[in-house]
């Protein structure tokens, strides 16, 4: 079967820029090149890694407690700041673990960015914990600037769309304030240099980076019987009654059930508690150990359950470290997660009840090569079943503004904070998944009525960006969506718009656009 570059654009890409369709080849043949290439890391090159943040966060939290100091100080009087402010600045500067952030999980992170105002125009910062918390701010806007500035011109779609699905797949939320600085920063460091690599390694580590170890609480977890938790018994003296840190089996329960064999992948209660034994240890520095650090990952031995483990009948010798990877890999390499990963690739890419032959066509190829990524996604673009003509996915609101912004050919400014307010308001904010199982993938989650209106009205607004001089809404529809797609009562509506905008309201809002086909 032959394959349309518009259909590789659309059904598996970001959606066409004006252009992208003249490329030389078929679909199939522009997409298996993309995977030939290492990803581009050029547009995030200037962005601090997640070292450097612990680092300025921790410092935020010390001027935070100097300035709070100064505040209760007996008749000094209260530094002048926003209720608003505090607020953020609380959020930002939870230790990993404590409960005060759960208290205000109320707001979407990405609505409290949408709301905040430009710091540029604001005044100059009343303490240094103020500063502090706006360059952490200003970091946290270029780094989702980033990634939507090189989702809308990027020339690989393919792998970034990948990307994010990688990045929905093991979702972090930034709703979590002690995760909040790091989700972004782990689809950068952990998932983009892994996207077309071995399984293994991605999860790795996306299971080892900050923003997963603090947002499932491993970063906090402590073995029954580590040195850690015998010390903290000593020194409570023996009584019980005294609150003390345990295992947390967060990760380890979304690592089985999410990120790798899936729900019905065979584990049980015992597999989870093995696993977060596993694990314990696998932690970030601390405010006392942060400065010193060039990572943003580090091992407390002292935290690790010590002793051997059983995780889905395969035994693990004690190992400190090495024994969680050693299970992970293992589990990288399970039949039930070739499964439970083919499936959702075929479901983000094809359709939201994908053919069963397909799910295991795609499983099959990754277990013959111990799961590498790219044999994975060459089994699903090599099938005939993904290039039916029966296949509609509808976009989600994140990949209708990117492919809005690509068709339409619009920038992305440095904070994007219009952007980030836009999805906030289309039920996607940025990061911001309301579970660790990440945003919904099928029709039924984005189609309602309100969220039809939303989007017409999202429409409108990018169809007034688009420089009405270069092409017709016409002759834009046709270079973005192919001939195909553009014909009959929809051709004839671009051709007899009353104005340019009119005409690219009406492209974006059409069916033909807003489905992947």
Known sequence: ????????????????????????????????????????????????????????????????????????????????????????????????????????????????????????????????????????????????????????????????????????????????????????????EAIRPHVLGRFEDLLVAVESHPAMLRYLDNAVSIG????????????????????????????????????????????RQDDVIELARAITGWSTPGPRDAQEADASFVFRANAHEPGARRVLGRDYAEGGVEQGRAVLADLARHPATARHLSFKLARHFVADEPPPALVERMAQAYLRSDGDLRALYRSLIESDQAWSPAARKFKTPNDFVISALRAGE??????????????????????????????????????????????????????????????TPYQRALSVLGSDAVNGDFAIGLRRAGSASEGYALLFASPAFQWRS
């Open 1 to 188: 079967m032959s394959a349309s570059k518009a259909t590789a654009a659309n059904r598996f890409g970001l959606g066409a820029r004006p252009g992208e369709l003249d490329r030389a080849g078929d679909g199939r043949q522009i997409l298996l090149a993309q995977l030939r290439e290492p990803p581009s890391l050029a547009e995030f090159r200037d962005l601090p890694g997640s070292a450097a943040t612990l680092q300025r966060e921790y410092e935020q939290q010390r001027a935070n407690r100097a300035n709070r100091s100064v505040e209760a100080a007996p008749k000094s009087s209260k530094p002048l700041m926003a209720a608003s402010s505090e607020s953020i600045s609380e959020s930002t500067t939870t230790a990993p673990g404590m409960d005060g952030a759960s208290a205000r999980r109320g707001r979407t992170a990405g609505a409290r960015i949408a709301d905040a105002p430009n710091d540029s125009a604001e005044r100059e910062p009343a303490t240094p914990a103020e500063a502090l918390r706006r360059e952490l701010r200003r970091q946290q806007l270029a780094e989702f600037a980033a990634r939507y500035r090189h989702a809308a011109s990027t020339d690989a779609p393919f792998v970034e769309r990948l990307t994010q699905f990688w990045s929905n797949h093991f979702a972090v939320s930034i709703d979590k304030g002690n995760a909040r600085l790091y989700a972004g920063s782990m689809e950068r």
């Open 224 to 267: 029954d019987d580590s040195r850690a938790a015998r010390r903290a018994q000593r020194m409570s003296g023996g009584n019980g009654d005294k609150p003390r840190r345990g295992l947390n089996e967060n990760l380890a329960r979304e690592i089985l059930e999410l990120h790798t064999v899936g729900v019905d992948g065979g584990y």
């Open 410 to 471: 619009l920038p992305v400014g440095n904070e994007a904070r219009a952007l980030i307010g836009l999805l906030a308001s289309l039920g996607q904010p940025v990061f911001t998944p309301r579970s660790p199982a990440g945003f919904p993938d099928t029709a039924a989650d984005w189609s309602n009525p309100d969220g039809l209106f939303k989007r017409i009205q999202a429409a409108q607004l990018f169809a007034a960006r688009v420089d009405a001089y270069s092409s």
